[in-house]
Every structure is written in C-alpha cells, then in structure tokens.
T-cell receptor, first 112, second 115 residues
Framework: NAGVTQTPKFQVLKTGQSMTLQCAQD?????MYWYRQDPGMGLRLIYY???????DKGEVPNGYNVSRLNKREFSLRLESAAPSQTSVYFC???????????FGPGTRLTVT | AQSVTQPDIHITVSEGASLELRCNYS??????LFWYVQSPGQGLQLLLK??????LVQGIKGFEAEFKRSQSSFNLRKPSVHWSDAAEYFCAVGPFTGGGNKLTFGTGTQLKVEL
C-alpha cells in the first residue's frame, strides 16, 4: 500500500496563477482532510470531507476549493494564488471508527 | 472550541537524557488525544493516541504519554533520547466520533538533540 500520496511535491506559482494539488489514498479512508503548515502555527485545517460526496470548510478555507472526486481522491484548488498561500500543504485520511489521521508527504508551494 | 497549547517552542536535550514535552488542551467533552512526530521534509507520523483506559499510553520509538484529566494535560516522555529523535512534535485533540473528526493541532515543539 502506498498510503496517502500527494502530487506535486514542490511547486512555484506566480501571483494569480491557478493550480490543483492532488491527494490519493489506498487505505479505504472514509474521511479526508487538507491542512496547511506555516512556521510557528502548527497545522490548520483548510477543508475536509467526512465521507464521499461531502465537503466542509475548516479553519482557513478562503482562497481554496476542494473536490472529493471519489473515495480515493481529494483535490485542493487554488483559483488565483496569492503570496499568503505560500505554505506546505498536507493531505490526510482517516478510517471510520478510528481517531487518528494518516498524512501524506506534503506539497511545498511557493507563490511569488 | 477545542484548543491545544504546546508551551515550549524549542527544546534541546543531550543524547541519553530524558525528555518531556508538554501539551495542554481545552475540550468540552472526553477528548481523543494524539502525539505526532514530523522529521524534516516529511509528513506527520503518529506516535501514540489516547481515548480511554489506562492513562499511561505507550507508543512507537519508545515514547509514552500520560493523560491527566485534572490538569488537562497529555505530556510526552521518553526515558533516553536518541539523536534520531530530533524532529518536531505535535500534540492534537479531537472528538472520538462526529464533527467530521476534525483534529486541532498545537503549534509544535522542535526538539534538538546534542551529541
């Protein structure tokens, strides 16, 4: 099992460009999450999907959209990137009935 | 609202010394508590978790944590630190079920190990 995978690993965007961060899991997770990690701020939840077909806003959703394409895939889209969105983005999945989340390796995004 | 406080931003210990990382939480119901570790350039790996039962839980890599309800704390300990333990450690709290099982993370403690 690959677990939770994310693509790309690194990305540089110019202000105003758009892009989609991809996340896929082969662990049969029901719930999936997108976080951003900034120095000194820990992980902050952007969006989550409690189950296939549902998505909800987290703590910092502005400037982002998500799609739960199917049970395996949960993508994060930046429609018009801003320098404030420079961050490391993590996707995570969770099994039904368990509390812990399993994290992907992250995408390091720089917006210039 | 749930919250997690990790009061120590940086901690330095000598290899072989004992370690305690502090975590205090605020949660309105019975919390589900976690410790994760993040090595440089990597994702987060679960060290241990606690929901109920014995308040001293054992995790991977020789770590343990003790839940103290009266102090709203869930401190992480290791009797003898190895150089490979240098990493960032995150405490998290969430519900056992419901509410999307959203976790709230602390801001992390960066551990440096001196040889």
């Amino acid at each position: 099992n690959a677990g939770v995978t994310q693509t790309p690993k690194f990305q540089v965007l110019k202000t105003g460009q758009s892009m989609t961060l991809q996340c896929a899991q082969d662990m049969n997770h029901n719930s999936m999450y997108w976080y951003r990690q900034d120095p000194g701020m820990g992980l902050r939840l952007i969006y989550y999907s409690a189950s296939e077909g549902t998505t909800d806003k987290g703590e910092v959703p502005n400037g982002y959209n998500v799609s739960r394409l199917n049970k395996r895939e949960f993508s994060l889209r930046l429609e018009s990137a801003a320098p404030s969105q420079t961050s490391v983005y993590f996707c995570a999945g969770r099994d039904r009935g368990a509390g812990e989340q399993y994290f992907g390796p992250g995408t390091r995004l720089t917006v210039t | 609202a749930q919250s997690v406080t990790q009061p120590d931003i940086h901690i330095t210990v000598s290899e072989g010394a004992s370690l305690e990382l502090r975590c205090n939480y605020s949660y309105g119901a019975t919390p589900y508590l976690f410790w994760y570790v993040q090595s440089p350039g990597q994702g987060l790996q679960l060290l241990l978790k606690y929901f109920s039962g014995d308040t001293l839980v054992q995790g991977i890599k020789g770590f343990e944590a003790e839940f103290k309800r009266s102090q709203s704390s869930f401190n992480l300990r290791k009797p003898s630190v190895h150089w490979s333990d240098a990493a960032e450690y995150f405490c998290a709290v969430g519900p056992f079920t419901g509410g999307g099982n959203k976790l709230t993370f602390g801001t992390g403690t960066q551990l440096k190990v001196e040889l």
